[in-house]
Nanobody
Framework: QVQLVESGGGLVQAGDSLRLSCAAS????????FAWFRQATGKEREFVAGISYTGRRTYYADSVKGRFTISRDNAKNTVYLQMNVLKLEDTAVYYC?????????????????WGQGTQVTVSS
């Protein structure tokens, strides 16, 4: 089992930055690829960004490319999502997900473990 705990969400204004963290425990962190998904009210969950278990590959949704950066710190068993130039449409609950040996792609069924989510609200 892998336990994931997200933190760092909050209420910010458009144009601001925020960094989400996902602390993982339970298994060998470096064996897992991670991703961030989000779900806005009334919408389906969508892929935001992913990072491979090696850390060498990252993937982004077109809507966040150039604004968001995913990274991992194997020493701290933590994955981060740096979000810059936030927009109103970034408002959602953000979920961290982990999958054994995954490359960090956008297929949610590759990820076996999910966190409880953290709310990000962007106001004008």
């Amino acid at each position: 089992q892998v336990q994931l705990v997200e933190s760092g969400g909050g209420l910010v204004q458009a144009g601001d930055s925020l960094r989400l963290s996902c602390a993982a425990s339970g298994r060998t962190f470096s064996d897992y690829g991670f991703a961030w998904f989000r779900q806005a009210t009334g919408k389906e969950r969508e892929f935001v960004a992913g990072i491979s278990y090696t850390g060498r590959r990252t993937y982004y949704a077109d809507s966040v490319k150039g604004r968001f950066t995913i990274s991992r710190d194997n020493a701290k068993n933590t994955v981060y999502l740096q979000m810059n130039v936030l927009k109103l449409e970034d408002t959602a609950v953000y979920y961290c997900a982990a999958g054994y040996g995954v490359a960090g792609g956008d297929r949610s069924n590759e990820y076996n473990y999910w966190g409880q989510g953290t709310q990000v609200t962007v106001s004008s």
